[in-house]
């Protein structure tokens, strides 16, 4: 059977109740290939068929095209070839940029145009030329950001180290206003936000008046720590020294001791002090302490004076105590401190008068006098004394010779 060259004879069936093979022709396709770059290797429904370029003689039906060249990514493309059909293929092989990320610590994150591609470390990741941003992400570390240039058939390696997050810190205090230092450094005062590297940090919180407060501190990455305290009043102290000593010393009515008193511990606060001792003026004052401040208090406590009332016959005599004048008799309501006095009692044209007077604390003494003249030589001095009520002494100088006369 004369098959012309154009077509090829293909059994289709044997016609029922007929001697003979019916043989329907077919068409051939042509397809021709080429590739940028040249010699690519051509596979047609996955079998090799060589490299190109190349014109392929097909049978009129689909086919998978696929050209592989090395350093190239594959390109493949499906046709349909049809009867007497002349087809033409350039293929553009698209050149593969290879890229290496590695990352300490490992096992992060890789996005490439926020497209997840693998954890790191991640080797030869083939990629098309052309820019791309590169994101490496893990838990507790700032994110890594680079733009990159990734150019065919060449390999690019990045290495990053990633940066541990930043915690927070937050100090706070009752009171507030309280200075805070970290690691010994100022940072400022209650209420207080701090952005630190992740570790361990001493916190110290001080205020004038109050108990440091120190704590330690752990940062975590990305993570919030708060530190909150109430701080404690510092005591404060009263030192209380009185002369003289053993003095009895009350605190708002209660009594605390006797004087010298060092250190006695006391909140914060106003208070009254009264310091008591026997035979002398009780000593009131009103004390305020501050916290942690220690105040010493001295007081002289002044003794309680006696009172003298001294009268003369005659009056207007001069009164001297220990050699000091100290007015005329009459002389009323004389206060002075307790004790042993010289007491001198001066007239002129009469006879000076001396005796030791003792008082003591709050008493009240009364004395009277009767002076002798001094033209009167012959006269003998005869004293009398006697105690008239509490504290009052007579002291009467009477001349013996007027005495006698009285007698006779």
């Known amino acids: 059977m004369d098959i012309s060259p154009d077509f090829n004879s293909i059994v289709i069936g044997i016609m029922a109740g007929e001697n003979k093979i019916k043989v329907y022709p077919r068409v051939w396709g042509y397809v021709h290939v080429t590739s940028i770059p040249k010699n690519a290797t051509l596979y047609l429904n996955d079998r090799y068929q060589g490299t190109v370029p190349q014109t392929l003689k097909l049978f009129p039906e689909e086919y998978k095209l696929e050209l592989r060249k090395a350093g190239y990514f594959p390109y493949t493309e499906s046709l349909t070839v049809s009867p007497g059909s002349n087809l033409s293929i350039t293929a553009q092989l698209t050149p593969i940029a290879r890229l290496s990320i590695y990352s300490t610590p490992s096992e992060a994150y890789v996005y490439l145009n926020d497209t997840l591609i693998g954890k790191t470390p991640v080797e030869n990741y083939r990629l098309p030329p052309g820019f791309y941003e590169v994101r490496v992400s893990k838990k507790g570390y700032q994110d890594y950001r680079e733009i990159l240039t990734l150019e065919g058939r060449k390999s690019k390696t990045v290495n990053v180290n990633l940066v541990l997050l930043n915690g927070t810190l937050k100090i706070s205090s009752e009171p507030s206003e309280a200075e805070v230092y970290v690691n010994t450094s100022y940072r400022g005062i209650t209420p207080l936000t701090l952005e630190l590297p992740p570790g361990e940090y001493t916190v110290e919180i001080k205020k004038e008046g109050y108990a440091p407060y120190i704590e330690k501190a752990k940062i975590l990455p990305g993570e919030a720590t708060e530190v909150i305290t109430t701080l404690s009043l510092l005591n404060s102290a009263l030192t209380i020294f009185s002369e003289p000593s053993e003095a009895k010393v ?50 002289t406590l002044s003794p309680i004076k006696g009172t003298l009332t001294i009268t003369s016959e005659p009056s207007e005599a001069e009164v001297y105590l220990n050699n000091t004048l100290i007015g005329k008799t009459p002389l009323d309501g004389y206060q002075v401190i307790p004790g042993s006095y010289d007491l001198k009692i001066v007239k002129e044209g009469y006879q000076e008068y001396r005796v030791t007077v003792t008082i003591k604390p709050g008493e009240t003494k009364s004395i009277m006098v009767a002076l002798l003249k001094l033209e009167d030589t012959q006269t003998t001095t005869k004293v009398a004394k006697s105690t008239c009520g509490s504290g009052f002494i007579l002291l009467l100088l009477l001349p013996l010779a007027i005495k006698r006369r009285q007698q006779k």
């Open 250 to 299: 009350y605190l708002n009515d209660t009594l605390i001791g006797n004087t010298p008193i060092q250190n006695y511990k006391v909140t914060p606060g106003t208070y009254t002090l009264e310091i008591v001792k026997d035979g002398y003026e009780s000593h009131t004052v009103e004390v305020t302490v501050g916290p942690g401040e220690s105040k010493n208090l001295s007081v």
